[in-house]
């Protein structure tokens, strides 16, 4: 198993300190976030979505600065981050662009959240999977879906019914039981099953339920050893599937900072590893 981190989740460290901890917390991979942060938040105090200084812009010179750092400090690139809008055809060719570059294989693209009829946006989502698929063909370069709670796909189930017509080389797919703490949980080892050659790429974050005014339980993001996902059963689900590819870890807790945070989530993601006799 490789362990990466998702920039995401460093929003107060700027590329350049985020692969320098990395490398010294012995991490073996940064997928970096890559996109565009507004002008009107950047006198914003560092956020995951906001002014976010562990950012990549979408262009030919940060793909080469990504790169060079990668290469650096010793780190792979198992993919980046981007917030591709479903339909947005001119965003994905500058990921393509910033992959070719950057020399790394996959991206992740966007189906917007889910806010309508589901059959129509069925719909417009495996078009565009299908247009995108036709686009990346022999670019060395294939997209992600991330499963993801208020979207069409929030489960590996639904997941599975979008990009089945799709051929795995070139669509692949981020499970993400975090996000299915939120909504779309299903046994890990029938996801995992399911998808089976689509599983590209795993995200490790974790959720934990809170009480609302309302007296319904609601949830929030917590750190990896808390909240209701069960890492053991992942990571046995994962070995029985003979998955051997990238865990990377996007913490969303603002339980440590950056630093103590990336030193914390290694250690624990080892211990669970070496449980799992997996490492």
């Known amino acids: 198993m490789k ?10 460290l700027h590329p350049e300190e985020a692969a320098a ?7 073996d ?22 002014n976010n200084y562990c950012t990549l812009e979408p262009t030919q010179a940060d793909a080469k600065r990504g790169r060079a750092l990668a290469e650096r400090y010793g780190l792979e690139q198992p993919g980046v981050g981007t917030y591709i809008s479903l339909g ?12 070719q570059t950057a020399g790394i294989k996959q991206f992740r693209i966007g189906l917007n959240n889910f806010d309508g ?35 069409i796909v929030p489960s590996a ?10 051929d795995p080389n070139s669509i692949g797919v981020i499970y993400d039981p975090g996000n299915m703490a939120y909504e779309g949980f299903e046994d890990y080892r029938m996801g995992i099953e399911l998808l089976g050659p689509y599983l590209a790429h795993v995200h490790l974050k974790n959720a934990k339920t809170q ?17 209701v996902v069960d890492f053991d059963a992942l990571l046995t689900a994962l070995k029985e599937a003979n998955y051997n590819d990238w865990l990377v870890i996007e913490d969303f807790s603002n339980a440590r900072p950056s630093r103590e945070a990336l030193q914390y989530n290694m250690q624990f993601v080892k211990d669970k590893l070496k449980k799992a006799g997996m490492q």
């Open 3 to 12: 362990i990466g981190v998702f920039t995401v989740m460093l929003p107060d």
């Open 88 to 99: 947005d055809m001119a965003a994905v060719k500058a990921a393509r662009d910033f992959c």
């Open 117 to 151: 009829g589901y059959l129509e946006h069925f719909k417009k989502a495996q078009a565009f999977v299908a247009d995108v698929t036709t686009f990346l063909a022999g670019s060395g370069v294939k997209a992600l879906l991330e499963i993801h709670h208020k979207t």
């Open 157 to 166: 189930g639904l997941m599975h019914r979008l990009i089945s017509p799709f």
């Open 29 to 50: 991979g940064v997928e970096w976030r890559v996109t565009t942060v507004p002008e009107t938040r950047k006198a914003e105090a560092p956020s995951y979505w906001g």
């Open 211 to 227: 009480a609302s005014d309302s007296g319904l339980h609601t949830f929030t993001w917590a750190p990896l050893e808390e909240g």
């Open 21 to 27: 901890e990395l490398k010294a917390c012995g991490y």
